[in-house]
């Protein structure tokens, strides 16, 4: 099987996951929003089984140095949600176009995230956490930007219960859409052998943020939350209308 990257291509996937890891180590999500508009147009080989498995590896670094913060009775649902959300989605994938899907899912980030900023607190319940990871789970297993649902959720919680809380939460839903990916063949060996270009860039954007968490800790965490999920829903919504 030849390498289907060219030397440029992947020297700037490495610069790509890069910034897309740092800032997902920083506030607990955002290396599909980084990388996947990018990557994209970049090769599109890299969306969305490559990233997805490079984000696996990405969240069990966090998860791991963020373990102390972890609240596991809340994970379940959040867990559930993904399981329900990621087996709809491929089912999705197969039976509606995945503009159509990406620009509804794109809509309602933007409309959660102008509730957030009015004042109207998203509380930590399980069911907005079972109704966050379904749409999170949607929406990975169809774009692979999956974090800003949860992650509107937790904006009000300290950075490391953020980080620490999403980044579990992540691995079993990333678990559950790459399975699901492998089941309608949209992920193998190929998809594999691409990923390979990005993790370094994965390590090197992890150990960054360790750095920017002591910045964006300070109280300003949240701000960061709500900028990165606007322009996550933007993003979406720009990559399928146009």
């Known amino acids: 099987m030849d390498f289907p990257l060219s030397f440029i291509e992947s020297l700037i996937a490495f610069f790509i996951a890069t910034i897309g890891s740092a800032l997902q180590g920083s506030i607990g999500f955002g290396l599909g929003l980084i990388g996947v508009p990018l990557l994209v147009i970049l090769n599109p080989v890299f969306v969305p089984g490559p990233i ?14 963020e373990r102390y913060a972890i ?27 995945q503009k159509n899907v990406s620009i509804l899912f794109g809509t309602m980030i933007l409309c959660a995230v102008m509730i957030s900023i ?43 219960k953020i980080r620490g809380t999403l980044s579990t939460i992540f691995i079993f839903g990333t678990l559950i859409s790459l399975s699901a990916l492998l089941i309608i063949h949209r992920f193998g060996l190929r998809e594999i052998y691409v990923t390979t270009v990005l993790i370094p860039g994965i390590l090197l954007g992890f150990f960054a ?32 209308l146009f």
């Open 118 to 160: 009015s004042g109207i607190k998203l509380e930590l319940k399980p069911k907005n956490l079972l109704g966050a990871g379904t749409v999170s789970g949607i929406m990975s297993t169809t774009s692979a930007i999956g974090g800003a649902p949860i992650a509107l959720i937790y904006q009000y919680q300290k950075g490391s």
């Open 209 to 240: 943020s360790k750095q920017l968490t002591k910045i964006l800790d300070r109280g300003l965490i949240r701000p960061a939350v709500l900028i990165a999920s606007a322009f996550s829903g933007i993003i979406v919504l720009i990559k399928n």
């Open 52 to 65: 997805l498995l490079s984000a696996l590896f990405l969240t069990i670094l966090i998860a791991w140095r």
């Open 71 to 97: 609240s596991l009775k809340e994970i379940k649902w959040a867990v559930l949600g993904r399981i329900f959300g990621s087996t709809l989605g491929s089912f999705i994938l197969i039976i509606i176009p």
